[in-house]
């Protein structure tokens, strides 16, 4: 009994055109979230009853505040806004989740959308070309 080409090459038919097959890559990272680092000379502003603190770190449902690390307790509550280094702003809101040395890292219930974090990334690497986010 004579075998079809297909059966003979193993391969489906679309596969025969394609160089190469593709397979998703393994992700390493266990976060819900992308998290976004800043430059050390740069980063977003999140204002606070009048006051201006730096960021370091941006995700979708957090932030991680460099200045202004005596300032709130845990658990506090904190509403503001946020300027991102592109020029948008966006009401944030959320708790206080943990005190380290340096910051402190603020939990969000809301905050920039996943476009505006893929956007602020889009344009800090037109900004800092020669910049690399650190992995965390």
């Not at 009994?1 to 394609?18: I, S």
């Not at 998703?24 to 999140?46: D, N």
Request: net charge positive.
């Amino acid at each position: 009994m004579p075998c079809t080409p297909l059966e003979t090459l193993r391969v489906y038919p679309y596969r025969r055109f394609v160089g190469t097959t593709y397979r998703m890559p393994t992700l390493t990272s266990r976060r819900e979230f992308f998290r976004l680092p800043y430059p050390i000379t740069s980063g977003a502003i999140l204002a606070v009853d009048g006051t201006n603190y730096k960021v370091g770190e941006l995700s979708e449902r957090g932030l991680r505040v460099i200045t202004g690390v005596g300032k709130f307790p845990v658990d506090s509550r904190i509403e503001g806004t946020l300027t991102l280094t592109m020029g948008t702003r966006c009401q944030v809101s959320g708790t206080v989740l943990r005190i380290e040395d340096d910051a402190f890292v603020l939990k969000l219930e809301r905050g920039p959308s996943t476009r505006d974090v893929m956007r602020e990334q889009l344009h800090l690497s037109k900004s800092f070309p020669d910049w690399k986010p650190l992995p965390a």
